[in-house]
């Protein structure tokens, strides 16, 4: 157990509608990170937070947002959901790093989203 | 445009034998590299993690292998166990910070056959 929860676990839903992903870090993890991981592909980095913050965007749709709130936990929101948004969605967290350490991000078991 | 690459998507190799897994990448920026192991219906799980001022990390039956000028490194599990039997997934990182998004290959899937 990595220590990072992700709610749901799986979603079905249809094209069109709009759906809400929640992350919850581990214990003291500042930083919270977004990856997709579609059919066939390595994880695909969406999104970081650090502290409240957005600290980095990579291939994230404009569809889709996210937000992390003062408890630290983090939602990402898809919306005007396609086929092509189904996918594995992993949430990962790290601690804030301060100087010359290096610390691996530890990955929730993901939630499953379906789009029929 | 991959940046990190994992040409073999399958693998399988006999019991107590060694289990070499083999990734590429292309921007010389990644100084940071690390190995995940995922199991069906988990998430990833960090393996062991290689910088760049070293050409050689090892952690039990799990040693990875970095060679800079070729952009390539690997990772050996010796003797190799039917519960090693994941997928893995080879990540890099600019830096050696935890907070950077990390790039990843597509992974390779290892079976290790009793």
Same mark, same amino acid.
């Given at each position: ?16 509608? @709009? ?6 870090? @581990? ?35 404009? @569809? ?47 939630? @499953?989203?379906?789009?029929? | ?6 040409? #073999?998507? #399958? ?31 988990? !998430?990833? %799980? ?48 600019? %830096?050696? #910070? !935890?907070? %950077? ?5 597509? !992974? %390779? ?6």
């Amino acid at each position: 157990d990595s220590g990072v929860t992700q709610t749901p676990k799986h979603l079905i839903t249809a094209t069109g509608q @709009r759906v809400t992903l929640r992350c919850s870090p @581990r214990s003291g993890d500042l930083s919270v990170y977004w990856y997709q991981q579609s059919l066939d592909q390595g994880l695909q980095f969406l999104i970081h937070y650090y502290n409240g913050e957005e600290r980095a965007k990579g291939n994230i749709l404009e @569809r889709f947002s996210a937000q992390q709130f003062p408890d630290l936990h983090s939602e990402l929101n898809l919306s005007s959901l396609e086929l092509g948004d189904s996918a594995l969605y992993f949430c990962a967290s790290s601690v804030a790093i301060t100087s010359g350490g290096v610390y691996e991000q530890f990955f929730g078991p993901g939630t @499953r989203l379906t789009v029929l | 445009d991959q940046q990190v690459k994992q040409n #073999s998507p #399958s693998l399988s190799v006999q019991e107590g034998r060694i289990s070499i897994l083999n990734c590429d990448y292309t921007n010389s920026m990644f100084d940071y590299f690390l190995w995940y192991k995922k199991y069906p219906a988990e !998430g990833p %799980t960090f393996l062991i993690s290689i910088s760049s001022i070293k050409d050689k990390n090892e952690d039990g039956r799990f040693t990875v292998f970095l060679n800079k000028s070729a952009k390539h490194l690997s990772l050996h599990i010796v003797p190799s166990q039917p519960g090693d039997s994941a997928v893995y997934f080879c990540a890099a990182s600019p %830096t050696l #910070s !935890g907070n %950077t998004p990390l790039v990843f290959g597509k !992974g %390779t899937r290892l079976s290790v056959i009793a």
